[in-house]
């Protein structure tokens, strides 16, 4: 029986292993985690402590910080699948009294919402969530430091209140929630609220010394939903492959896609990220990554998902600061993507297709534009160019004969054929735009007309 850690090859285990053993040395960490998975498998992971032969396995809990909010989101996100809520409504039709009620829910996953990054008095980190026993003490008298849905700014106050928001409408706290909504049904056994052991301690290790001291454990009380879980690398690993695949008794694959399309403009300081609804997106190295970061005194984790490649990687330490956990996770999901590239799957004939949307494949022109409409295997189609750059987009059956764009240009809006009374394609709408199957055809209703002389030469 082939183990995890056989399922990738002995160079690829190695060059993983100096990565992180690099990473703890250099950070330096009392102890670090890491894990990936491929294709929805956890096939590695690695560990490496100050303590030689004790070295934490993948069921260590460690604390995740900020990973924390992406369980909130998806918590949202079923809000609105089950139709009690719309993102685009505004936080006070659904929580009111706050004083941040302008900003939508949309918004406010987003970090679009233009409240406060931080909560106002001491460090909200170390210090108990008992001492903000209410939302005012969360947002202070000033909540907002920028126009609402005018840029990005980072707010953990937000989360707080998207959890509140989770609290109002379940009618329950957003720890029991959590646990009956996704961590239950995703089998995330080994992540909880409070620790559970075996469990890491927090430390802080002394930036000019080879010294440390441990770090407080504070219950986080309303800004939970902002930080407050722990987790272990194999319910991570597992919990990334949802965020790539999505799973019908949590989230289907279109709402975690929806998390993980750009809803934020890209942060001025990196052009290369930006944020969706609950996770950040990161360009690395020509790798497009989901994810997210995390960090509490006396510990840091990365999270991220390469849904092209089908690799996730987590990464945990217990210090806090010291060895860059987001630039590692990201780094162990290239060095499995670069080591051992995925392997296509055999290309398989269609069980089954529809004449009426085979007869729509083959080459359109939008003006003198030449592109491709093919089928693909999940029932959708797909338009793109034939050569050289321009407009492409995935397109999903609406079961009607129409299609919605998934990605790019097109993203959102209808493709549909119109056809003449005798049944057969006029031509292609895609969102007013006329796409007919030679340059300009005179037969369809191009928009400003055709010249009545037709082609011609100089």
């Not at 407080?216 to 194999?234: H, I, K, N, R, Y």
């Not at 996730?312 to 630039?327: D, E, K, R």
């Not at 998934?406 to 549909?416: I, S, V």
Request: glycine content about 12%; charged content about 20%.
């Amino acid at each position: 029986m082939t183990t995890p850690q056989e399922k990738l090859l002995p160079t690829t285990r190695r060059t993983l292993l100096h990565r992180i053993a690099t990473a703890q040395a250099d950070g330096p960490a009392p102890s670090l985690v890491a894990a990936v998975a491929r294709d929805g498998e956890v096939v590695w992971s690695g560990a490496r402590s100050m303590v030689d032969g004790h070295a934490p396995d993948e069921n260590v809990q460690y604390r995740i910080g900020s990973i924390t909010k992406t369980f909130t989101a998806v918590l949202v996100m079923r809000l609105r699948d089950e139709g009690l809520l719309d993102l685009r409504d505004s936080l006070e039709k659904h929580l009111p009294g706050t004083g941040a009620g302008e900003a939508t829910i949309a918004e406010l996953l987003a970090h679009t919402g233009g409240l406060a990054a931080e909560t106002p008095g001491e460090w909200w980190e170390r210090t108990p969530g008992a001492t903000r026993p209410e939302l005012a003490d969360v947002l202070g008298e000033q909540p907002f430091r920028h126009p609402v849905g005018r840029r990005f700014h980072y707010s953990n106050p937000g989360y707080t209140l998207l959890g509140s928001l989770v609290e109002a409408v379940r009618g329950a706290p957003w720890e029991d929630v959590l646990r009956r909504e996704v961590l239950e049904p995703l089998g995330l056994n080994r992540t909880s609220a409070q620790p559970q052991a075996p469990h890491a301690g927090g430390w802080a290790v002394h930036p000019w010394a080879d010294v440390m001291m441990p770090e407080p454990v504070e219950d986080l009380g309303l800004m939970a939903p902002a930080g407050q879980l722990w987790s272990t690398t194999a319910d991570l690993a597992r919990f990334a492959c949802f965020l790539a695949q999505g799973d019908e008794r949590v989230l289907g694959a279109e709402s975690v896609r929806e998390m993980r399309t750009p809803s934020a403009p890209a942060q001025p300081e990196s052009w290369e990220r930006s944020y969706g609804l609950g996770l950040d997106l990161l360009r690395w190295e020509g790798l497009s990554l989901a994810g997210h970061t995390g960090s509490l005194p006396g510990f840091l984790a990365g999270l991220w998902v390469s849904e092209q490649e089908g690799v996730a990687a987590v990464a945990l330490a217990n210090c806090t600061s010291g060895p860059l956990v987001a630039t590692l996770a990201a780094d162990l999901v290239k060095i499995v993507a670069e080591a051992e590239p995925r392997i296509p799957e055999p290309w398989r004939p269609l069980p089954e297709v529809d004449e009426k949307v085979l007869e729509l494949t083959g080459p359109w022109y939008w003006g003198t534009q030449v592109l491709a409409l093919r089928l693909s295997a999940d029932g959708g189609v797909e338009i793109g160019p034939l050569s050289g750059a321009g407009r492409q987009a995935r397109f999903r059956s609406n079961g009607d004969g129409t299609w919605t764009g998934l990605d790019g240009y097109y993203a959102g809006e209808l493709l549909r054929p119109v056809r003449r009374t005798d049944g057969s394609v006029s031509h292609l709408d895609l969102g007013s735009f006329v796409f007919t199957r030679k340059p300009y055809d005179e037969g369809a209703p191009v928009p400003g007309g055709v010249d009545p002389e037709g082609w011609r030469g100089f």
